[in-house]
């Protein structure tokens, strides 16, 4: 079990031998990343199900129970129906970007999950600089909501953009800033080592500060309640994607979903060990135990999402720039005298 | 140098948080409002004039419609006003029929209230529990009425019929229940720190100036006025209760919602005393009144406390078997006096916050 997606890539790599070894590296290479998309896109729409079912749960209700065994099939058919509609391009859109904004919204989510490690040995592409190029990817994402809310040409659109922009800017500093303590401690940008180098303690014990401002900065980034600005269905109607109907919709609400388990696979990775298992748990598999965590964290954003109201956009801005950021620099500087104290006395 | 640019935008009348069909024209500077211009009558369906044409029965399920979240206290307005344009005495155990649905229709309307506030917040969970007890209170006045919504329960000289044998335990049962889901509210949405930090000092209402724009009901009080016309004027059987008038003291956002809050325990404390007294009271639940209701001419004027302020209904008569003529004094209409300076200077997401702690009801803003 441990090692069956490798094997199965070994596998593969192993069956294609004619081939020049090249051409046999590509194949496994577009193996591997369409499986990806796959798991991801599935993902998305049953990670629809799981909060549907969270928020009903919660509110005293049952949630979908009618399409498919428990209600399983309903996002399944939610998206049928969302196909079939026609996506309606009122007279004052930029056609192009309006149009655009859809198509791409998956590209940055897609283009990360490239680098994450699923389990060991299992990712896609074990790169150098992997945290520095998630970073740099999923924060072009902006662009896009940004695209989609100015090339509507609504108002409540283009506020929910600007606030897009506005949020993304400064939750971007203390994610950034709260990764850079892991960052110290292992010397290294590479995902696998800062898994590797988690395997006596993870850094949610060591960097418990880190770990706090990284996951609230990461709920805010994937616009997830209370920091649901750019949405805001009570103030500005559906915010940037107002206009949007059909699976043009659909494909916003299921990027939503997508970048809601990037942020749950990097706060994995960062600080609950990544696929390491705890108490010594080896004979479940590595992959699993990567999957549990992600879901884990997963289901503590949707609990979130369901008990607190929205935070006021100022209050958002204030609550990034006057808590989050300093409190980030101080840990980075208990950070840096702790490890000097370290080294120190040479343990 | 950035040039920058005021510009409208036309907040409604289709909206999800203006309540039903209310439009607010802002003038934004970002999302700071300079201005702001409420424009009603989306819902306007001439109850007034529609009374004119019929007979004085026949206007009670027009009232209904004024205020379909707390209906019984509108029926109970107006068939006050008849009352006292014929002088018709009310029968004692009418009375306290009355009180007691219109009590539960007012924690049907406050349920709603705070519900929809919380959701305007944006904590969709809130919504869903005070809905989830609504629901117990619209079954109850379902058994009583045969309706949910409309209830058209009180007649000229008292009301419909008795209550159902064993509805008045269930509503006792019921009320036993409710001070432990008021806490689970207080719980969820009154002692949140996001919540607070969105309502506190948010939409302040001064004293003073409630009182000059003749705001009533809990966003009355929400300011610190002491003023309930159940308390202040006690009409129908009121004198005989003993309950609190809760009373905020910053008059902003929070307040007005607490108000509610806390008047949803004093319900219950209403409605359980109501049920241990009319027990011991037996006899009709309709006056003496005549089959066709000839008022005399004249005219008579009488409010009563709903759960949006005070209502007044004004009735004229001709001495025909029709009104001459209708007018309904509607809190929710007069609370929106004061929307615009309220509005003013606050954020985007506050205007929502603060309209929606005024508790409108479009059926009654526009009639």
Redesign the interface.
């Known amino acids: 079990m441990e090692n069956l997606f490798v094997g199965i890539a070994d596998g593969l790599r192993s069956s294609l031998g004619g081939l020049p070894p090249e051409l046999g590296e590509a194949i496994v290479m577009l193996v591997k990343l369409v499986a990806i998309l796959v798991f991801i896109l599935v993902n998305a729409l049953w990670l629809v199900y799981m909060e549907r079912k969270v928020?009903g749960y919660?509110?005293?209700?049952i949630g979908p129970n009618r399409v498919g065994p428990k209600g399983l099939l309903q996002t399944t058919c939610d998206i049928g129906k969302l196909i079939c509609k026609e996506i309606i391009i009122h007279k004052d859109t930029d056609k192009v970007v309006f149009m655009l904004a859809p198509v791409l919204v998956f590209v940055p989510t897609l283009m990360v999950f490239a680098v994450i490690p699923f389990g060991k040995n299992m990712a896609a592409i074990d790169m150098n600089i992997g945290l520095l190029y998630l970073l740099a990817i999923a924060s072009t994402s902006t662009i896009i909501f940004w695209m989609a809310g100015w090339a509507s040409n609504n108002?409540?659109s283009l506020?929910g953009s600007m606030r897009s922009v506005a949020q993304m800017v400064s939750y971007e500093l203390p994610m950034v800033l709260a990764i850079l303590g892991v960052i110290m401690i292992t010397g290294s940008l590479n995902m696998s080592d800062i898994i590797a180098a988690q395997e006596h303690t993870w850094f949610i014990f060591t960097q418990p500060i880190a770990f706090l401002i990284f996951f609230i900065a990461s709920v805010s980034e994937c616009n997830r309640?209370?920091f649901?600005l750019i949405e805001?269905?009570?103030?500005?109607?559906n915010g940037f994607n107002t206009e949007y109907g059909g699976m043009a919709f659909a494909m916003f609400y299921l990027a939503e979903y997508a970048n809601m388990l990037v942020c749950c696979a990097m706060v994995t990775i960062l600080f609950l060990g990544g696929w390491h298992a705890p108490f010594g748990l080896d004979f479940i598999p590595s992959w699993l135990w990567f999957f549990i965590k992600m879901y884990i964290v997963m289901f503590v954003i949707m609990q979130l999402r369901?008990?607190?109201?929205?935070?006021?956009?100022?209050?958002l801005m204030g609550f990034g720039w006057k808590v989050l950021v300093p409190l980030s620099l101080a840990n980075i500087f208990v950070t840096g005298i702790g490890m000097y104290i370290y080294r120190a006395i040479g343990w | 140098m950035i040039r920058t640019q005021e510009?409208n935008?036309?907040f409604g009348p289709q909206?999800?948080?203006t309540h039903g069909v209310f439009r607010i024209v802002l003038t934004l500077d970002g999302?700071r409002v300079v201005k702001a211009e409420p424009i009603c009558g989306y819902l306007h369906r001439g109850v007034e004039k529609l009374a004119e044409a019929r007979t004085y029965t026949q206007v009670i399920p027009y009232t209904d419609r004024l205020d379909y979240l707390a209906a019984m206290l509108q029926n109970w307005g107006y068939v006050m006003a008849v009352e006292k344009l014929m002088q018709v005495e009310v029968p004692e155990r009418a009375e306290y029929m009355r009180v007691i649905c219109g009590e539960l229709s007012r924690l049907a309307s406050h349920l709603i209230a705070i519900g929809t506030y919380?959701?305007?917040?944006?904590?969709?969970?809130g919504f869903?529990?005070a809905f989830?007890e609504r629901e117990t209170t619209m079954d109850l006045l379902e058994e009583l009425t045969g309706s949910r919504m409309t209830l058209s329960y009180a007649r000229i000289g008292g009301v419909a019929d008795d209550a159902p044998e064993g509805w008045l335990d269930k509503v006792d049962k019921f009320m036993d229940q409710m001070p432990a889901c008021i806490d689970e509210y207080d719980g969820?949405?009154t002692g949140?720190e996001?919540?607070q930090?969105?309502t506190m000092q948010i939409g302040v209402l001064k004293p003073e100036t409630a009182i000059n724009y003749s705001i009533s009901g809990p966003s009355l009080r929400g300011s610190g006025v002491d003023y309930d016309l159940r308390k202040a004027k006690p009409y129908s059987v009121y004198d005989r209760f003993d309950f609190e008038v809760p009373l905020g003291t910053n008059g902003d956002c929070f307040d007005r919602f607490d108000c509610r809050m806390k008047e949803m325990r004093q319900i219950v404390r209403i409605v359980k005393q109501a049920i241990e007294q009319i027990r011991e009271i037996d006899g009709p639940v309709r006056g003496k009144v005549p089959k066709v209701i000839k008022p005399p001419a004249g005219d008579a004027y009488a409010e009563i406390e709903t759960s949006k302020g005070i209502i007044g209904y004004y009735v004229v008569s001709d001495g025909s078997p029709k009104p001459y003529r209708v007018h309904v004094r509607r809190p929710s209409f007069i609370n929106l006096g004061y929307l615009d300076e309220m509005l003013r200077g606050y954020?985007?997401?506050?205007?929502?916050a603060i309209l929606g702690s005024l508790d409108i009801m479009l059926g009654e803003v526009d009639c």
């Open positions: 928020a919660m509110q005293a209700r108002k409540y506020i309640a209370p649901d805001g269905e009570s103030e500005l109607v369901w008990t607190y109201p929205r935070i006021r956009v100022d209050q | 510009y935008l036309n909206h999800p948080s999302e919380s959701l305007d917040i944006g904590a969709f969970t869903l529990l989830r969820l949405i949140n996001i919540f930090a969105r954020l985007v997401a506050d205007v929502v």
